[in-house]
């Protein structure tokens, strides 16, 4: 009788503990799932920003220039930051590389960093998750496959995102960069504008980032003077590749790159 009991109590001892090993199985498998909820909920309610401009102590900014299909006077720009010993930096559009695959490889050849300014420049804030990358993955091939180098920067069409654009550029190895100066070289007011928006003391600062184009009416004109302010007032020009922190560094609400603070326990 003692025996039936025992075999009896050991299969409920069994029992038992298969119910308790299952609950906890259960239980850390929920945990496993946890930080991905986190991080979805996180990309839905905190506004990521692209890059404006750069916490910097040293009198340091960059110059930098969209190229989409108008770029006649792209020689002579480049001739000119020759001219000065300035490097700078070229975000440029598929439909245009595909024209001028020598012209990318003479902006290349003359040190300048090469952009990726999406395959065929639409408003990718517009976009599904699946167009974005196939915007910047277009074009990153057919500029690997051109030049050789893998593009690291990468500046949104018109400006325009939102946290598809900038998760997605981030994860296929891109840091998203605006500007904290817009020329506003495009309208095609004057020459005089052009250096007036660029010399702005409320919005020019170390660090900063400012935008021109190729092939605007009066951009060719204004560059040199403007050149020839920022080395007057002692300020360094050098690309947004020289400009930016690489790593440990956070991107505040503002824009502002920020290297991020040592913690001392």
Not at 36 to 61: D, L
Not at 191 to 201: L, P, T, Y
Request: charged content about 30%; hydrophobic content about 35%.
């Amino acid at each position: 009788m003692e025996e039936i009991i025992e075999e009896k109590e050991m299969k409920l001892f069994f029992k038992t503990g298969i119910i308790v090993l299952s609950i906890i199985a259960v239980f850390f498998s929920s945990i496993k799932y946890i930080p991905q909820v986190v991080t979805v909920t996180g990309q839905s309610n905190e506004k990521k920003m692209p890059i404006h401009k750069v916490e910097r102590n040293e009198k340091v900014i960059s110059l930098t220039f969209d190229v989409d299909r108008n770029d006649k006077n792209l020689d002579q720009v480049l001739e000119l930051l020759n001219k000065y010993k300035v490097k700078a930096s070229f975000f440029v559009t598929g439909t245009w590389v595909d024209d001028n695959p020598d012209e990318l490889k003479k902006i290349l050849f003359h040190g300048h960093d090469i952009g990726n300014h999406g395959d065929n420049h639409k408003h990718m804030d517009l976009l599904s998750k699946e167009d974005c990358e196939k915007e910047i993955i277009n074009l990153h091939n057919k500029v690997k496959e051109i030049t050789g180098i893998d593009m690291k920067l990468f500046r949104p069409p018109y400006g325009d995102y939102n946290n598809t654009v900038i998760y997605t550029a981030k994860n296929l190895g891109y840091q998203s960069i605006k500007w904290s100066i817009d020329s506003e070289d495009w309208k095609n007011y004057s020459k005089e504008d052009i250096v007036n928006k660029c010399r702005q003391k409320d919005t020019l600062d170390k660090g900063s980032i400012i935008l021109f184009h190729t092939g605007t009416k009066f951009t060719l004109e204004a560059l040199e003077e403007v050149i020839l302010f920022f080395e007057e007032e002692n300020y360094a020009l050098v690309p947004v590749s020289k400009l930016i922190y690489l790593e440990d560094f956070t991107v505040d609400i503002s824009g502002v790159q920020q290297r991020k603070q040592s913690v001392i326990y």
